[in-house]
């Protein structure tokens, strides 16, 4: 095969290709003006350049049209051939078969939000895409950014209040504290009061090793304060920690109603209004399109509605 310099192609204007593919279909300079939606100037011009590109006159004005030279006649069906590959390559959209699809969906999420969405992701995954693998990694606010900015996930899933609304993201559902604690151990009944609340040692969730989080910023707006026993940075450490203790934390609503009852432990509203949160689903722009990623989405958002509508 010869060698083909690909210095010589800048010089040939993909339009060129697809006036001689209106003119061969049309046989009129005029008619392929009207196709094109351009002047006939330009579509005489247009023809003049593809002449001395291809050094043929390639269509010949007759009383019956413009007849194409046997030049252009050998040229029609491979021009046309590459218009259909280069628009293949360019706009066809490639499709997601979840049963025939065989990847591996990274999503990086609080522990806590894994364990309220992973079980049922799994089973919507087993069901429809059984050649899907998940792979779940801890993501919180500082590092969500920087792993989809690197590929690592697919998407982050948490509360991330200091990213802006954008389109890269979506609202799963705003999230509430609830009470959570032992009762037989603290010696409380199915509610608890302001004054219980304060008197008992907490358990709190802390990313940063520290002991204060959200609520106290509004205990401390009333001049009063709590005392902290332990930090974890796990949500789901402490439903263990509390089991037979003198000890109550404030854990996500979705979370206390999923698995607190299991370990025997009590949930009631907090005695005290206290802000919410909201958990979102983000994911970087390159994969904004994507089948793939798309569908994952898709699933999520379905599976936290059912968890909502239950």
């Not at 603290?186 to 204060?212: E, F, N």
């Amino acid at each position: 095969m010869a060698n083909i310099d690909r210095a010589d192609l800048r010089d040939v204007d993909l339009n060129l290709l697809v006036a001689f593919e209106a003119l061969m279909q049309t046989r009129s300079v005029s008619r392929m003006a009207q196709r094109l939606r351009i002047g006939q100037p330009s579509a005489s011009h247009a023809l003049k350049r593809l002449r001395a590109l291809l050094g043929d006159p390639l269509f010949v004005r007759t009383p019956a049209g413009m007849i194409p030279t046997p030049h252009a006649l050998a040229l029609a069906e491979p021009i046309r051939a590459i218009l259909t590959s280069i628009e293949r390559t360019l706009f066809a959209r490639a499709s997601f078969d979840p049963r025939a699809e065989r990847r591996v969906f990274r999503i990086g999420a609080m522990d806590y939000v894994q364990a309220v969405i992973a079980d049922p992701l799994l089973a919507v995954l087993q069901a429809q895409a059984p050649g899907c693998k998940l792979i779940l990694t801890t993501t919180d606010c500082d590092t969500a950014g920087r792993s989809l900015a690197r590929g690592e996930i697919d998407l982050a899933i948490g509360a991330f209040p200091q990213i802006k609304a954008g389109s890269h993201q979506e609202l799963l559902y705003r999230e509430r504290y609830e009470c959570v604690f032992d009762a037989k151990a603290c010696r409380l009944g199915k509610r608890v009061t302001r004054a219980q609340w304060l008197a008992l040692p907490h358990v709190i969730m802390s990313v940063h090793g520290d002991y204060s989080g959200p609520l106290d910023d509004v205990l401390k707006s009333s001049g009063e304060q709590r005392e902290v026993a332990v930090s974890t940075p796990n949500f789901l450490a402490i439903p263990f920690l509390l089991r037979n203790k003198r000890l109550i934390a404030a854990l996500p609503s979705r979370m206390a109603r999923a698995f607190c009852g299991r370990l025997g432990l009590s949930t009631c509203p907090l005695p005290f209004t206290a802000p919410t949160f909201d958990v979102t689903m983000i994911w970087h722009a390159r994969t904004g399109d994507e089948p793939g990623a798309a569908w994952l989405r898709d699933q999520i958002t379905a599976i936290c509605r059912r968890i909502d509508a239950a």
